[in-house]
T-cell receptor
Framework: DAGVIQSPRHEVTEMGQEVTLRCKPI?????LFWYRQTMMRGLELLIY????????DSGMPEDRFSAKMPNASFSTLKIQPSEPRDSAVYFC???????????FGPGTRLTVT | QKEVEQDPGPLSVPEGAIVSLNCTYS??????FMWYRQYSRKGPELLMY????GNKEDGRFTAQVDKSSKYISLFIRDSQPSDSATYLC????????????FGTGTSLTVIP
């Protein structure tokens, strides 16, 4: 079975540009999570969807970040405008049993110069 | 005080050793306790999770929860070089408003 799919795997962009990260959860999973991981701050939850509805977006750092889940098989995380401090690895995870059994994708390594 | 505390290590052990990884937490409402393994440049992988107190065993891995002490552990028996990774604990509770927390991870190296 295919796991969580994320694209692109690597993204290098210049400050001020718009960045869109994509995620396809595991088929049948009804919860989706976006995380950001850095050496300094570890793994941070950005937003959590359940049945395509955002449940908790308190981790979204600021208005430059937005996330959508238009259907059960696709989600996007957009950063506009991007800043160097947004450089991190962004993970998407999905679950069918709530937050205690999440399956992570391979991540998108974002570098903003 | 952080919700979850985890010693970042690094921890280095010889092959075959028993490894003990630990996390402490502050919120007594947590009821589900998870351990994830993350290899370098990969996403975290769920190893196992336990509900409430007690032990759970899966092969060479044993997860232990002590709710009275707010302390959880992951034991790895007969450690192998392939166990070299970062291990993250995570926890969630029914009364934490869908909030769940990850530890910062412990880096483990098993030396052949």
């Amino acid at each position: 079975d295919a796991g969580v799919i994320q694209s692109p795997r690597h993204e290098v962009t210049e400050m001020g540009q718009e960045v869109t990260l994509r995620c396809k959860p595991i088929s049948g999973h009804n919860s989706l999570f976006w995380y950001r991981q850095t050496m300094m701050r570890g793994l941070e939850l950005l937003i959590y969807f359940n049945n395509n509805v955002p449940i908790d977006d308190s981790g979204m750092p600021e208005d430059r970040f937005s996330a959508k889940m238009p259907n059960a098989s696709f989600s996007t995380l957009k950063i506009q405008p991007s800043e160097p401090r947004d450089s991190a690895v962004y993970f998407c995870a999905s679950s069918v049993r709530g937050p205690y059994e999440q399956y992570f994708g391979p991540g998108t390594r974002l570098t903003v110069t | 005080q952080k919700e979850v505390e985890q010693d970042p290590g690094p921890l280095s052990v010889p092959e075959g050793a028993i490894v003990s990884l630990n996390c402490t937490y502050s919120n007594s409402a947590f009821q589900y306790f998870m351990w994830y393994r993350q290899y370098s440049r990969k996403g975290p992988e769920l190893l196992m999770y336990t509900y409430s107190s007690g032990n759970k065993e899966d092969g060479r891995f044993t997860a232990q929860v002590d709710k009275s002490s707010k302390y959880i552990s992951l034991f790895i028996r007969d450690s192998q070089p392939s166990d070299s990774a970062t291990y993250l604990c995570a926890m969630v509770g029914p009364n934490t408003g869908n909030q769940f927390y990850f530890g910062t991870g412990t880096s483990l190296t098993v030396i052949p």
